[in-house]
């Protein structure tokens, strides 16, 4: 049994056209097989087919290939800021450690001033200090050894001489060079009298009590370091001078001044 291709209507071997629908059943040798091309469209060749892969493989390789380079950029970038905010963290980190580590290091006085900054300018103000002070101590005792005397140190309260002067109590009434000068006890050498003394000793001499004694006055006169003496054995006035002695003069100019 034979059936035409178009309507589907049964049809002898030897009919040339379908009596249903007018198909013409024998064709050209090219044609016989294939249906009426408007209305079934012939499917895709397995040529045709072959044909497209390439294009689709390519198409996807290429996303492929663009995918992969935004992500390497991307990573680089990426990698390129967590070190900029890994270093940038890892600076602040040490600026605040030594920040804190500097802070704890210096303590503050209740001036503002830290405490080296407080020691530097005890130690520099002034004309004298306890360093200069330990110095000269040390070497007025030796000066006062190779003198064959014994000094008493001003250290408080009052002095007293053998002629019955208490000092610093007869500041008060002092001449120097026989000019009436104000006079007083300072620890770094400045204040407002003409001579301000940074140490006192006295030397009480043997022989008849109340008249023999030596009084050394240490002193700073406008800035400048100078030694007086004393031994008044009279009257109600210090009668005080320079020294002579050259080598205790210059000892203690010379730490004064250091």
Not at 62 to 74: C, D, H, N, P
Not at 80 to 97: K, L, P, V
Not at 174 to 179: K, R, S, T
């Amino acid at each position: 049994m034979k059936f035409c291709p178009n309507c589907g209507n049964k049809v002898k071997p030897e009919d040339n056209v379908c009596s249903n629908c007018g198909y013409r059943l024998k064709q050209k040798s090219n044609q016989a097989s294939q249906p009426n091309s408007d209305s079934y469209p012939a499917p895709a060749t397995r040529t045709e087919i072959s044909r497209q892969s390439p294009s689709k493989k390519k198409h996807t390789a290429y996303k492929v290939f663009i995918t992969l380079g935004i992500l390497a950029v991307l990573g680089e970038g990426g990698y390129i800021a967590y070190q900029h905010f890994n270093q940038s963290s890892t600076s602040q980190i040490e600026s605040s450690a030594n920040s804190t580590n500097s802070s704890s290091s210096v303590t503050k006085t209740s001036s503002g001033k830290s405490s080296q900054e407080s020691t530097t300018t005890s130690q520099s103000s002034g004309y004298w200090n306890s360093e200069k002070e330990a110095k000269f101590e040390s070497f007025f005792a030796d000066w006062a050894a190779g003198m064959n005397q014994n000094y008493t140190k001003y250290t408080g309260g009052q002095l007293r001489t053998d002629s019955g002067s208490e000092f610093p109590k007869m500041f008060d009434r002092f001449d120097v060079n026989d000019e009436p000068v104000s006079i007083g006890m300072s620890e770094n050498g400045e204040g407002n009298n003409d001579y301000n003394v940074v140490a006192m000793y006295n030397y009480n001499k043997p022989g008849a009590p109340g008249t023999l004694h030596i009084t050394y006055f240490f002193a700073f006169h406008n800035g400048n370091p100078v030694v007086l003496v004393d031994q008044s054995t009279n009257g109600d006035r210090i009668k005080a001078t320079e020294t002579e002695n050259k080598k205790l003069s210059e000892g203690f100019v010379r730490i004064a001044n250091e």
